[in-house]
């Protein structure tokens, strides 16, 4: 058991967009700070928790033109597998500068706790999916695809 009372996790890492915009734009970086909250519920057979991320992202640009800046708030939920890894799924809402506004997002996270025993570290990969809806309720999946790499620090 932590011995904080509000385990936060800060992450830090690179982002990279793929598709057509992987071709305009350069890897960033990425900067989310995860909240655990006290709710949790039970779904096929696995204790799912859920948790809370403000996550700040941006993208280069390659050559003329402005960097491409991503916030999101991302309601995470955790299941209760028994793997050497952590896995993740979350749905938020996200506002990308410049690219569509305020678009829906999905992430998958794949962590991997690293045996320290000074801090809690975790190394770890997502796969990040933006979707638009437009004025006519029409949804793009096409919008923006990121992964990104990251170091995480718990306490």
Known sequence: ????????????????????????????????????????????????KVSGELNLSNLSKIGNGDDLNMNAGIAHFTPSFDFPVNIDFGLGIAHIDGLGGVSGTG????NYPLPFEAANLSLGFRYQKYVDVNKDFEIDFGLLDTYSFNLSFSK
């Open 1 to 48: 058991e932590d011995s904080c009372s509000c385990p936060i996790t800060l992450s830090f890492g690179t982002v990279t967009a793929l598709g057509d915009e992987g071709d305009a734009y350069d890897p960033g970086t990425s900067l989310s700070i995860n909240v655990p909250t006290p709710w949790a519920f039970d779904l096929f057979g696995k204790n799912w």
């Open 107 to 110: 992430t998958l996270d794949v």
